[in-house]
Structure formats: C-alpha cells, structure tokens
C-alpha cells in the first residue's frame, strides 16, 4: 500500500512539474500550450544525445533542460507572439506547434524509442520498507528543487510579482507599467526549464521516443483543469492527487489503463462539482 | 432558393466525384481516394459542432474508431449489416450523448482538453480489449456488403452528409449554434437553451463519425487503434481549421490538403505533418477563416478593385 | 390587479459575502423601476438574479404568480424576462437583422415588434443589415436593447444603459424605453449612475446599499431622502 501511493506521489510530482509550465503559460497568456509536449521530447533527445556523445550525464542533463527553454522560447518568439490579441486562434497555434516539434523529433532520431541512462538508475533506495529506484527519487527531488525555486521566484522577486499581476490582469497589469512581452517571454523561460527538468527526470524511466510525452501532457492538462487553469499551487495539489489515483488504479485494478483513472476522476469532478473547479466553465457575465 | 440549389446541387456532384474516385483510382491511390471520402463524411459531422458551435471537440477520432470497431464485432456476432450499422451508431449517438452531458459544463479550451482525454481513454480501451478489438495489432472486419455497395454507400454519404449540413447550417439549429460560438453567454440570455443545443450538436456530430468509421472498416477491411488515436482527432481538427470551420465545404477541402499531404507526397516520416502543422499555423494566422474563407476574402477584394476600376 | 413581477426576499451570496441581502419589490406592467446605488451595492448581481444569471442563494423571483428564479438565463427568457449587459455584448460579426432573428425566435409566441419597428423605436434606422462590430458604441448599447426587446419581454433589464452616451443620446434612449414601457406594456428594471437621465423616466426609484434596499419612493421622495443623499446622491 506505502508503495502505491509512493509510486502515486512521484507520478504526482512528474505531472505537478508539467502542469505547472502549462498553467503558468496559460495565466499569462491564455493559451493551451500543446506544444508543452514537444518540448518535452526535444529536451530530453538533447540529453540523450548529448550523453551518447559522450558528455557526463549532470551536463548532459543541462544541455537538455537548456534545450527546452530554448525551444519553448522559440515557440514564444515564432507563433505565440503573434496571436495575443486573438486567444481563439490559439488551441489552433498550439496543434501546429506540436505537430511541428514532435515531427521534427520523429525526423531527427526515428520512430523507435531510446533507452537514456543515468549514474544512479542502478540505484535501489530502501527506505522504511519501501523501495524506491534512484530514478524515482532522483524525479522527486528535482521536482521538489525546481517548484520551491518556482514559488521563491514567484513569491520573493518583483519579478515574479509582476508575472502573477499579468497572471491576474493583463489589462492592469499593462497599465501599471510592466512590460508585457517580457513577462511572456519569461514565462515561457520558467516552463521550457521545468519541461526540460521533467525530461530528464522521467525519460529514464520509459524511453526517449517522439510520442513519450503524449499521456503525461494529458494527464498534466487535467491537473490543470482540476488545479484551475492559471493556478501554481493548484496545479501542484492537483498533480499529487492525480499522481495518487492513477497510482492507485494501476496497482489494483489495471495498469493498462492507467490514464483512464485520471479520466474518471476528471469526470466525476465535473458531474459533482461543475462550480467547484475554479474558471472551468469559463468567464461568466459579471 | 438560390442558395439551397447551389448548396445541395455541390453535395450531388461531390457525390459524383466521390465515386467516379472510388471506382476509378486503384491501389495507393484508391486508398487516399477511400481516406478522402471517409474523412469528407467523418468532417462534415465534426463541422456541426466545431464549425457552427466553435465548439473544439477532440472526441471525433473516438466516435470515428468506436463505429469501425463495434459494427466489427456485432457483424462477427451474427447481426446482419444494416443492423450492426445502426446499433453501433446509436451507441456511439449516445456514447457522445454521455460525454456531452459531462463536458458541455466546460468551455472552450476545457473541453478541447476533456474531449482529448476521452479519446485518449478510447484509445486505451482499443488497444487492451484484445478479446473484442484484437489488441495493438487490430482486427480484420468481415465483408458485411459487396465492396461494390460499399463504394455507393460512400459516394452517396459524402452528398447525402453535405446536403444534411446544410440543412442543419440554414435552421434554426443553426442559428442558435452560431450564437453560441460568437458569444454564449449573450445568446443564453437571448433564450437559446445553449447545453441542450451542443448536446444534440455532440450527439449529430458523433453520428456522422460513427458512420464514417462504419464504412472505413468495411472498405478497408481491417481496423487496428493507431487509426484512432487522439493526434488524428488533432489532424481532424486541424483539417477542419485549414478548410474554414463552418463552412460547407470545408469537410472537402481539409480533406483533401490533409490527407493529400500526408497520404500523396512522399516526404519521409513526419516531414509531411511538420509541413501541416506549419500550414496550420500560416492560415490560422493569415486566414482566420480558413482557406475557403480566404478565397471568399480575395474574391470580394478582387471584384472591389474591378468595380472601381 | 397583482404585480407583475414579486421579488421576495432575495438573497445572493458569492462564498460568504451576500452580494445582495434580502430584496423585496413588486413592479407593474408598465412601470419603470430605477435601481441606483454606489458600485458594489449589488445592483448587477440583483438584475442577476431576476434574469437568471445567478441562481439566488434563497428568495423567489416570480413572474404573474409563477416562479421564474433559480432556472437558468434561456428559462427566464422564454418566461419572458430579457436583460442586456453593463459592457456591451452583442454577435459581433453578424448584422443586427441576424441578431434579431435569433432573438424572434426564442419569443415562445409573445408579441414583440417588428426589426423595422424596433429600429425605428431606438433610432437605428439603417442600420439594421450592418455587421454590429462596425456600428458606434452608442448604436451597439441601443443594438442590445433591440436584441432583448424581440425576444418579447414583459419585464426588461437594463444595466447602465447609457453608459458613454451624451445627454442628447441619454434623453432619446429614455424617450425609447418610455415608450416600450407604455407601448408594450414592459416592466422596466434600469440600473444607472446618469441621474439626469434616470430620474425623469423611473416611475419608482429603489436605492440599494450594502445588497439591501435603503430606500424606495418616487424620483422626488428619493431626492429628497436625507439617508439617501448621504450615502450616495451627495457624493454626486
């Protein structure tokens, strides 16, 4: 049981790490950043091919998590910019970003998946009768790292106090003076890092392949929708819960269907409690 | 009057051209022309309630797989064709039914992401039902009709399809739908009942897939879940967007670009949906209403310039 | 002859704070009803609440002795309450004949007037086959009143009206409600900060604080209410 729901809160924490770079994205700039996936994939090509080439795996890692902020910036400069004013436009944009990325993976490393490896995936922690493979704890603790660094920038730097202003509204926040490009630019900074840190956590534990983001984006849109679109700490609640009930499912009921947990849980949210989700059913007249 | 008889008068030639593609091209070739046809017929539900509502459903794929797999297996149960045909789209009908009622809550964006989800379950469900579905590897779906009948079937869905759109566009069905995708809010207020429209606007786009997917199998004969997985709802959406949602024919034309692009050029694995993806984009930025709407634009540009000249 | 529309006790609260505090009036066919109060007094959320935007906390709303509260904003409609918006929210890309069409068709059998007559009434003449978006901000207010008359309301609310209107078009659009008023035999609910637009055509004025009632008379006992002008009218 321990195990399971440990195994629940490092699936929580890999989403947790996605969703947040989804739902920063989307308080600044109201897009479903579908392309989140492609970033995802590229960074984590970039540490493997950067391993293979024969870098130590910490700066391998790097070159990956650099490699997704780049690309998440690059998608910022190319196509989001263009489309702030017209947010309709934007699950379009987004679907053409991901085909884009995911090809171009699919392009550069082929179809077949890539076994990445890591100084500590030999590694087995046991800890009060637990067993947790080095990649796992590895995972945990970055995501740990990388959220508290997340929320003291948020919290602590006029930075991050004016992200979440442009987060609450982009109309005032414009008119007290921040500058509004930089901020989205910068939140596609903060999200490409977190894609590349979640790359290189999890890659090692399924394979590098162009699809390997697919299910964890899904999963990590719903703890966005459960969390609230725009919400960190949402979005870090939200991961661990449904890190926990696709845990839960695929331990005592069926591991293939794993993400249709999360499914059930997202529809049972939105029978039960259409109003207990925070924005989802979206703007209402005032 | 006008407007019905060129309407309806386009539904019959595409028809026409439909099987005159079926009959006429064979081996690569008739299988894009099989693709374009299913995806016209599939699309043209998709464009009831993505086109009209503005509503992003991600669920079409879904429907489309969930009627080529359970007329599969009724058809292997015994029924006779026509039976299995009507019950599995009656289920599907109700099966988008069920994820309406839950998802029409959500807006926008929300149910882009919900919907994308069921299908992802879907898939699930395709892929590890291996009793029913016959697993990752699929199934082959027996000969319900001659091939020839097949063929007719889909040549008269793709006019038959496109004249009940029309008819769907120009109602009052229509209307309240188009209310909803400028501005929900103010059309519920103006008394459009908006949740019991989507709902049957779901529910008729699930139909058309469901039928779709019906035909596929039975022009293809064999089924398998990477046919149906949620990047080809995407590529519905995106084939929809690139044709100019809403519009008549724009089933056809996203069709034709999407499928022709992916199936025709041979440009190597993923090339070819790197260059969708940024068409996608250069029309969603250019062209907000799609090529169709684009060539409409031009045209009136065009003539304005003549008129002045 | 009983009211028209009974509002009983209503009650809106969002989380714990009441956005209005147990409201009660009655209003006749007919009549015009001005709402006035300091922003944030729950004016809009009361008109909310009577066109079914919001599900009321507790309280009825009930129309010619039928509940029409708490059903949703399509229900109040075809009941026929009809409301139009403080920012103005209209189909933009399609012309106000469109528009109107939709609106007739929801009218559930209830007399409404004609698009020329409505056009006339409002002072759009012309421009009812313009896509709304190019119309002016003025036309676009009266253009939301005219979608929310064809849906044949017998209780009409309109939330700040003649926001950015000068005092001609103020005093043309009061002239038009007038008459729907009396031609109609609409009830009219309209919330605005205009005095000089809103004390001429209110019948009865009822002035909200707090989400409660703090006075209710005619425009002339309003004014002269001293509760009143201390907490709202004096600061004007």
């Known amino acids: ?286 | 009057m006008r407007k019905h008889a060129s309407a309806l008068g386009s539904s019959a030639l595409l028809s026409v051209l439909a099987y005159l593609a079926l009959t006429g091209l064979q081996g690569d070739q008739g299988q894009v022309a099989l693709l374009v046809v299913v995806w016209t017929i599939a699309l043209t539900g998709l464009n009831v309630i993505l086109g009209l509502g503005g509503y992003p459903s991600m669920a079409h794929a879904a429907f489309f797989g969930g009627g080529a797999y359970l007329s599969a297996i009724l058809l292997e149960k015994g029924l006779s064709m026509t039976v299995a045909a009507v019950v599995s789209v009656a289920a599907i009908m109700l099966v988008g039914f069920l994820v309406a009622l839950v998802f029409s809550r959500t807006r926008g964006q929300y149910f882009a992401i919900g919907t994308m989800f069921f299908t992802a379950v879907a898939f699930l469900v395709f892929t590890n039902a291996a009793e029913f579905t016959g697993g990752p590897t699929g199934r082959p779906v027996d000969l319900g009709y001659s091939l020839d009948a097949t063929v007719v079937l889909l040549a008269v869905s793709v006019g038959a399809g496109l004249a009940v759109f029309h008819l769907i566009s120009v109602s009052r069905f229509g209307d309240r739908l188009r209310a909803i995708r400028e501005d929900e809010d103010l059309a519920q207020h103006l008394g459009v009942p908006t949740a019991r429209v989507k709902l049957l606007a779901v529910v008729v786009s699930a139909g058309f897939a469901a039928w779709a997917g019906v035909l596929f199998g039975q022009y293809n004969g064999v089924i398998a879940p990477s046919q149906f997985t949620f990047v080809q709802s995407f590529l519905m959406f995106v084939a929809l967007g690139l044709g100019g949602a809403g519009r008549l024919l724009a089933p056809v034309v996203g069709a034709l670009v999407v499928i022709g692009l992916t199936q025709l050029l041979n440009l190597g694995p993923g090339v070819s949906q790197i260059v969708l993806g940024v068409l996608f984009i250069a029309v969603t930025l250019l062209a907000p209403n799609g090529i169709l709407g684009g060539i409409t634009a031009l045209t009136r540009k065009v003539r304005r310039k003549e008129a002045v000249a | 002859m009983s009211a028209l529309l009974t509002v009983d006790r209503v009650v809106k609260r969002f989380g714990g704070v009441a956005a209005v505090d147990g409201v009660s009036f009655t209003l006749d066919a007919g009549s015009v009803l001005g709402l006035i109060g300091p922003n944030g007094s729950g004016k809009t959320t009361l008109l909310g609440v009577l066109a079914g935007t919001h599900e009321p906390t507790s309280g009825t709303v009930t129309l010619d002795g039928k509940v029409a509260s708490g059903k949703g904003a399509h229900r109040a409609v075809h009941a026929g309450i009809a409301r139009t918006f403080q920012t103005t929210r209209l189909f933009g890309s399609w012309t106000l004949r469109e528009g109107l069409r939709l609106a007739h068709g929801e009218r559930r059998g209830r007399q409404a007037w004609s698009d020329d007559r409505l056009a006339d009434l409002l002072g759009l003449d012309g421009l009812l086959d313009q896509p709304c978006a190019s119309l002016t901000s003025a036309a676009q207010r009266l253009a939301m009143i005219a979608l929310a008359l064809a849906t044949g309301p017998r209780v009409l609310l309109l939330d700040e009206p003649a926001v950015g209107m000068d005092t001609a078009e103020a005093a043309a659009l009061a002239d038009a409600v007038r008459r729907a008023a009396d031609e109609l035999d609409v009830a009219v609910v309209v919330v605005d900060h205009n005095m000089q637009f809103l004390m001429p055509l209110a019948d009865t004025v009822l002035v909200m604080a707090a989400g409660a009632v703090l006075a209710e008379g005619t425009p002339e006992q309003i004014r002269a209410d001293e509760a009143v002008i201390a907490s709202y009218l004096g600061e004007a």
Request: charged share 10%; glycine share 12%; aromatic share 8%.
């Open chain 1, 1 to 286: 049981m321990i195990q399971v729901l440990v195994n629940g809160v490092f699936l929580g924490c890999l989403f947790a790490v996605v969703a947040v770079g989804l739902t920063l994205v989307y308080g600044v700039m109201e897009v479903p950043n579908f392309a989140h996936a492609g970033v995802i994939v590229l960074a984590a090509y970039a540490t493997w091919s950067a391993s293979a080439a024969g870098l130590p795996f910490a700066l391998a890692a790097l070159v990956g998590i650099a490699c997704g902020a780049a690309v998440s910036v690059l998608t910022e400069v190319v196509a989001y910019r263009w489309i702030i004013d017209n947010p309709a436009a934007a699950p379009a944009v987004a679907l053409g970003l991901m085909l884009i990325l995911q090809n171009t993976a699919l392009r550069l490393f082929g179809g077949e998946g890539r076994s990445m490896d890591t100084p500590y995936d030999q590694v087995l922690v046991e800890f009060g009768g637990v067993s947790l493979s080095g990649v796992k704890v590895a995972l945990v603790v970055l995501a740990v790292l990388a959220l508290t660094a997340l929320h003291l920038i948020l919290s602590r730097t006029s930075l991050g106090r004016a992200m979440r202003a442009v987060a609450q509204d982009r109309g005032a926040a414009a008119m007290l003076g921040i500058p509004m490009r930089r901020q989205y630019t910068l939140a596609f900074l903060i999200a490409g890092l977190l894609a590349g840190i979640a790359a290189v956590a999890y890659a090692p534990t399924f394979q590098v392949s162009p699809y390997m983001a697919d299910e964890v984006l899904l999963s990590a849109f719903v703890v966005v929708v459960v969390g609230g679109l725009g919400s960190v700490w949402g979005a870090v609640a939200g991961g661990l819960v449904l890190g926990v009930v696709e845990g839960l499912g695929s331990a005592y009921l069926s591991s293939a269907y794993q993400s249709a947990f999360g499914f059930l849980l997202l529809v049972l949210i939105l029978v039960l409690k259409p109003g207990g989700l925070r924005g989802a059913t979206g703007r209402r007249v005032a």
